[in-house]
């Protein structure tokens, strides 16, 4: 199990990697153009913050031209993971640079066990499931997606494909890991939902009210 956290911002990467538990950080083109600024300056910056692997997508739409960015992309860090779009070129590609160079692929935009099967045919190392916009928009389960592709993977032997989810829920990310997924992501705003739970929360203004009434501010250093 790894939570990645999905984001380009470096001061939400920095915070969130303080908590200890991050296991990688992912982005997209959208939140690159949405950043607006020297791109190439803050990836890098962001890889030499974290120690854990970095996604970053490639945006040429071309076999050739994806390989080269591909290839500049993972020049960037000592754990960049090249994300490329599940389309008939990022196949191409995807095959390619798995078949010259050690690179590590994420496939990303996968809404279908079809397109699962087909980028781990390629020999993609990750898998980028997504299931915000299927939840929204679609009357079939995302588990079930999860459950498919999980069945896939499990019946192909030569297949060491790992799923990852993109989630807009903690209800699509906890029953993605139930399910099998061996990774996920989420914008900031979700991993701080993770530790928001009202009845945890209570019980710790509990346990802190009533010490301070017995003890006041002494711990059990000072004590």
Same mark, same amino acid.
């Given at each position: 199990?790894?939570?990645?956290?999905?984001?380009?911002?470096?001061?939400?990467?920095?915070?969130?990697?303080?908590?200890?538990?991050?296991?990688?950080?992912?982005?997209?083109?959208?939140?690159?153009?949405?950043?607006?600024?020297?791109?190439?300056?803050?990836?890098?910056?962001?890889?030499?913050?974290?120690?854990?692997?970095?996604?970053?997508? @490639?945006?040429?739409?071309?076999?050739?031209?994806?390989?080269?960015?591909?290839?500049?992309?993972?020049?960037?860090?000592?754990?960049?993971?090249?994300?490329?779009?599940?389309?008939?070129?990022?196949?191409?590609?995807?095959?390619?640079?798995?078949?010259?160079?050690?690179?590590?692929?994420?496939?990303?935009?996968?809404?279908?066990?079809?397109?699962?099967?087909? @980028?781990?045919?390629?020999?993609?190392?990750?898998?980028?499931?997504?299931?915000?916009?299927?939840?929204?928009?679609?009357?079939?389960?995302?588990?079930?997606?999860?459950?498919? @592709?999980?069945?896939?993977?499990?019946?192909?032997?030569?297949?060491?494909?790992?799923?990852?989810?993109?989630?807009?829920?903690?209800?699509?990310?906890?029953?993605?890991?139930?399910?099998?997924?061996?990774?996920?992501?989420?914008?900031?705003?979700?991993?701080?939902?993770?530790?928001?739970?009202?009845?945890?929360?209570?019980?710790?203004?509990?346990?802190?009210?009533?010490?301070?009434?017995?003890?006041?501010?002494?711990?059990?250093?000072?004590?």
């Amino acid at each position: 199990m790894q939570l990645f956290l999905n984001s380009c911002m470096l001061d939400e990467i920095k915070e969130i990697n303080e908590w200890g538990i991050l296991d990688g950080v992912t982005m997209n083109p959208t939140m690159v153009a949405k950043f607006g600024g020297d791109y190439v300056a803050n990836f890098k910056a962001i890889c030499k913050t974290v120690t854990c692997p970095v996604f970053a997508q @490639v945006v040429s739409t071309e076999k050739k031209a994806i390989m080269e960015e591909a290839k500049m992309l993972a020049s960037l860090g000592e754990k960049v993971v090249v994300k490329i779009h599940t389309n008939i070129e990022g196949i191409k590609a995807m095959a390619a640079l798995k078949d010259s160079t050690d690179m590590q692929i994420c496939a990303t935009s996968v809404h279908s066990v079809i397109e699962a099967m087909t @980028v781990a045919r390629a020999g993609a190392d990750h898998a980028a499931i997504f299931l915000g916009l299927l939840g929204e928009a679609d009357e079939h389960s995302t588990t079930d997606l999860i459950v498919g @592709v999980k069945e896939v993977y499990a019946n192909a032997e030569d297949v060491h494909t790992r799923i990852m989810t993109a989630g807009r829920s903690l209800r699509q990310i906890v029953e993605g890991f139930r399910v099998g997924a061996d990774e996920m992501t989420a914008a900031i705003s979700m991993w701080k939902m993770f530790l928001a739970n009202s009845f945890t929360q209570d019980r710790w203004n509990a346990f802190s009210k009533d010490w301070k009434g017995k003890y006041g501010d002494r711990n059990w250093i000072t004590g």
